[in-house]
């Protein structure tokens, strides 16, 4: 198995329905602004922001114009490459914006689209026909996991969302327990660490060892500044999917800097 430290930790915003084009490129400049002021170390952590489509193009200029080294990923994709389907977005339009990863499989879409293991499955095959790293989601509900107990679900998520996926493929997994999600509420660092293990496994099954020892997990879920360093310490938490917090720009890159301001 490939060690830990060779993954680099990837911290990753997902602003949902939030911010116009203005106001992304406002929070995208703050947020750029906080991390150089506390002489971030840019290659310590990998930082992606995920706006919504109308956002996209915008980010990329400025990410571009004034050499912001932030990944750029879309909130999910079509299945479809191209054609009649009013409202769908193409990984094509995405790869043309210079997104590097696209969230597919978040429980928001799951719960509200009724996207199904399989559906999620396929648009992980559209990420990849057009060199999108998908960051594919799994997660249980409270009663799921009363039910079924820690781990069954997003493990049984995961095994679909991989058919098919080569063994080559760059992925990102994040495991939110949809019970943690803007809840307030938290896994503990014990419990994110058995499902992102748990999951890693699944990688190791569905792919291979390497893809599992190079693979990133996140853990998702009411992430904070005063929290994130706990999951970082676990072996199988390479990483955080940040919701609510990722809209302020102090406590984001709070957030990314984890590595100085707890010593982890």
């Given at each position: 198995?490939?060690?830990?430290?060779?993954?680099?930790?990837?911290?990753?915003?997902?602003?949902?329905?939030?911010?116009?084009?203005?106001?992304?490129?406002?929070?995208v400049q703050k947020l750029d602004w906080a991390l150089r002021d506390a002489k971030h170390e840019k290659g310590s952590v990998e930082v992606a922001v995920f706006p919504p489509f109308t956002d996209l193009r915008s980010v990329q200029t400025l990410l571009d114009a004034d050499r912001i080294a932030f990944a750029l990923g879309a909130q999910d994709l079509s299945t479809h490459?191209?054609?009649?389907?009013?409202?769908?977005?193409?990984?094509?339009?995405?790869?043309?914006?210079?997104?590097?990863?696209?969230?597919?499989?978040?429980?928001?879409?799951?719960?509200?689209?009724?996207?199904?293991?399989?559906?999620?499955?396929a648009k992980v095959q559209a990420a990849l026909r057009h060199g999108l790293v998908p960051v594919i989601c799994v997660g249980e509900t409270l009663e799921q996991l009363e039910e079924f107990g820690a781990a069954a679900v997003p493990v049984g998520q995961l095994q679909v969302a991989l058919e098919g996926v080569p063994a080559d493929a760059e992925?990102?997994?994040?495991?939110?327990?949809?019970?943690?999600i803007g809840t307030g509420k938290v896994a503990?660092?014990?419990q994110a660490q058995d499902v992102c293990a748990a999951l890693r496994a699944v990688i190791a099954e569905k792919l291979d060892a390497d893809a599992a020892g190079r693979t990133r997990v996140l853990y998702g879920g009411s992430v904070?500044?005063?929290?994130?360093?706990?999951?970082?310490?676990?072996?199988?938490?390479?990483?955080?999917?940040?919701?609510?917090?990722s809209l302020v720009s102090d406590e984001f890159a709070a957030i990314v800097r984890f590595q100085k301001h707890v010593g982890v």
């Open positions: 198995m490939v060690a830990v430290a060779t993954r680099t930790p990837l911290i990753a915003g997902n602003w949902k329905m939030n911010l116009d084009h203005l106001q992304a490129v406002a929070l490459d191209s054609g009649a389907y009013t409202g769908e977005i193409s990984g094509a339009f995405l790869k043309k914006l210079a997104c590097t990863y696209v969230i597919i499989g978040h429980s928001e879409r799951r719960e509200y689209h009724d996207e199904t293991d399989e559906v999620i499955a992925i990102v997994v994040a495991y939110e327990p949809v019970w943690a503990t660092p014990e904070k500044s005063g929290n994130i360093a706990t999951y970082m310490r676990e072996p199988d938490v390479d990483g955080a999917l940040v919701g609510g917090a």
